[in-house]
């Protein structure tokens, strides 16, 4: 299994640019979620989605933009990039249901995007 | 709205000392508590969680515990090593509403040779 992959690991855009974050799973998670890491902050959570199809905002979701056609992908969309989201961005996939196993909700990784916005 | 505190922020021990971090979250209704580890420019690696019915869980030389009605947990790393230097972070799932893993800040530790 190749786990939980992002692309692409660097990127610099100019304020107003828009552009798309790929993150893909083959471990058939059903949930998946997007993060970004500031210093001194935490991880803050962007989107999530509990299956194809379905998908709903977390804390900061102003800017983005998400979508989930397949269990398998979960693209993240900066409609119009601002020096604010400068940040590393993180997905994450998990087996977590509501209502199932709370042992099988361990998280996985990727290894993140660091963008960088002019 | 929860929230997950992690002290100390840096810590720095010499090899071979036992040491323990801490975490403390707001709101008791949760549905698990993790932990990973983060090395610089890495992704989260999974190391522990515990299910809110759970009181403790081990993995090798770490322990987590979870006392969720005072709403704290703590890592004890035994016998550390160079290699464990990394950032710690806790995160605590919601157990009603969005169900949201909410992060700590993390405990930045550097074990010396």
């Known amino acids: 299994n190749a786990g939980v992959t992002q692309t692409p690991k660097f990127q610099v855009l100019k304020t107003g640019q828009s552009m798309t974050l790929q993150c893909a799973q083959d471990?058939?998670?059903?949930?998946m979620s997007w993060y970004r890491q500031d210093p001194g902050m935490g991880l803050r959570l962007i989107h999530y989605?509990?299956?194809?199809?379905?998908?709903d905002q977390g804390e900061v979701p102003n800017g983005y933009n998400v979508s989930r056609s397949t269990t398998e992908d979960f693209p993240l969309r900066l409609l119009s990039a601002a020096p604010s989201q400068t940040s590393v961005y993180f997905c994450?996939?998990?087996?977590?249901?509501?209502?199932?196993?709370?042992?099988?909700?361990?998280?996985?990784f990727g290894p993140g995007t660091r963008l960088t916005v002019l | 709205k929860q929230e997950v505190t992690q002290i100390p922020a840096a810590l720095s021990v010499p090899e071979g000392e036992n040491l323990v971090l801490n975490c403390s979250f707001t709101d008791s209704a949760i549905y698990n508590l993790q932990w990973f580890r983060q090395d610089p420019g890495k992704g989260l690696t999974s190391l522990l969680l515990i299910q809110s019915s759970q009181r403790e869980q081990t993995s090798g030389r770490l322990n987590a515990s979870l006392d969720k009605s005072s709403g704290r947990s703590t890592l004890y790393i035994a016998a550390s090593q160079p290699g464990d230097s990394a950032t710690y972070l806790c995160a605590v799932r919601g157990d009603t509403g969005r169900r949201a893993l909410t992060f700590g800040s993390g405990t930045r530790l550097q074990v010396q040779p």
């Open positions: 989605s509990v299956g194809a199809g379905i998908t």
């Open positions: 471990m058939n998670h059903e949930y």
């Open positions: 994450a996939s998990s087996y977590f249901k509501a209502g199932g196993n709370p042992s099988t909700d361990t998280q996985y």
